[in-house]
């Protein structure tokens, strides 16, 4: 199994361009989810998926949309990238939202915006 | 403001050193998740605690999850350069985890 799979590995955008990072997981998880890594930050949620046609805002939604159209596949979509937007981004699934539930990440798209 | 404190934040350790790391909140959780993070990929679950006092045990690494269920560490015996990266801690006041920024250890051989 490939688990989850982020792409693409490496972008580097100018301000105010678009783009769409993509995730796929074939573990027939409901639950997805986008985080962004930054140094001393931590991983922090974006936006997360609770089941196909669904999304929801996380700790730091602000600049970011997302949209959930396939059970396997989960859009992250930068309207305007800003340099704040500057990151290492991961996905992650996992099959029930408990808190006995682990996550599975990506290997992350790490964005640079310039 | 972080909702859990790990430290130490750098550990540069020799090879066969013992270890041990901390997760400190003043929340109490439903859970608690330890990650292990290798550069330029993504985290990878090692273990769930969700028993105050609970100890669960892999291999070399030794995880204990606090009796007031706000805390927990880390312990590696004999540390191997394979043991190289970022941990990461995570907590859960309901069903949804929260990340600490995690305690970046080298074992250098």
């Known amino acids: 199994n490939a688990g989850v799979t982020q792409t693409p590995k490496f972008r580097v955008l100018k301000t105010g361009q678009s783009m769409t990072l993509l995730c796929a997981q074939d573990?027939?998880?409901?639950?997805m989810y986008w985080y962004r890594q930054d140094p001393g930050m931590g991983l922090r949620l974006i936006h997360y998926?609770?089941?196909?046609?669904?999304?929801a805002k996380g700790e730091v939604p602000d600049g970011y949309n997302v949209s959930r159209l396939k059970k396997q596949n989960f859009l992250l979509g930068l309207e305007s990238a800003a340099p704040s937007q500057t990151s290492v981004y991961f996905c992650?699934?996992?099959?029930?939202?408990?808190?006995?539930?682990?996550?599975?990440f990506g290997s992350g798209t790490r964005l640079t915006v310039v | 403001t972080q909702l859990l404190e790990q430290s130490p934040q750098f550990l540069s350790i020799q090879e066969g050193e013992n270890l041990t790391v901390y997760c400190n909140s003043s929340?109490?959780?439903?859970?608690l998740q330890w990650y292990r993070q290798e550069p330029g990929e993504g985290p990878v679950l090692l273990v769930t605690?969700?028993?105050?006092?609970e100890v669960k045990k892999l291999k070399r690494l030794t995880f204990q999850f606090g009796d007031a269920r706000k805390d927990s560490s880390l312990h590696i015996t004999a540390a191997q350069p394979g043991d190289t990266g970022l941990y990461l801690c995570?907590?859960?006041?309901?069903?949804?985890?929260?990340f600490g920024t995690g305690t970046s250890l080298t074992v250098i051989p």
């Open positions: 929340s109490v959780f439903s859970s």
């Open positions: 605690v969700v028993t105050g006092g």
């Open positions: 992650a699934s996992r099959a029930e939202e408990g808190f006995r539930y682990g996550y599975t």
């Open positions: 573990m027939n998880h409901e639950y």
């Open positions: 998926s609770v089941g196909e046609g669904t999304t």
């Open positions: 995570a907590g859960a006041p309901g069903n949804q985890f929260y």
